[in-house]
């Protein structure tokens, strides 16, 4: 089942004009989502669509450095970006 806040975003919007879809996974660190969730999540994304992320106590860990973080974060923004073209 879906958790974070996701779930509490949907009501703000009207959703005869937006599809909220929530894919947050409770215990998944920005690192095991784009491991094992990002590839479900790209193939469903269309052109316009906009993709909003929060990561938290999750990617407190050591296992991976500031700069592998960035690097990865980069790498989901080109991903998304690719759609547009």
């Known amino acids: 089942m ?3 806040w996701g779930d509490l975003l949907a009501p703000y919007f009207d959703t005869n004009k937006i599809n909220v879809v929530n894919r947050a ?6 690192r095991t989502f784009y491991r094992d969730q990002w590839s ?3 193939a469903r994304l269309k052109p316009a669509d906009f ?5 938290g106590h999750n990617d407190g860990g050591r296992s991976m ?3 592998a973080r960035a690097a990865q974060l ?3 923004a ?6 547009t073209i």
Not at 51 to 55: D, E, G
Not at 78 to 83: A, D, E, G, H
């Open 2 to 4: 879906p958790v974070g």
């Open 25 to 30: 996974l409770g215990g998944t660190s920005s």
């Open 40 to 42: 479900r999540v790209l």
């Open 51 to 55: 993709v909003v992320m929060q990561f």
């Open 65 to 67: 450095t500031r700069i």
């Open 74 to 76: 980069r790498a989901w």
């Open 78 to 83: 080109t991903q998304r970006r690719k759609l």
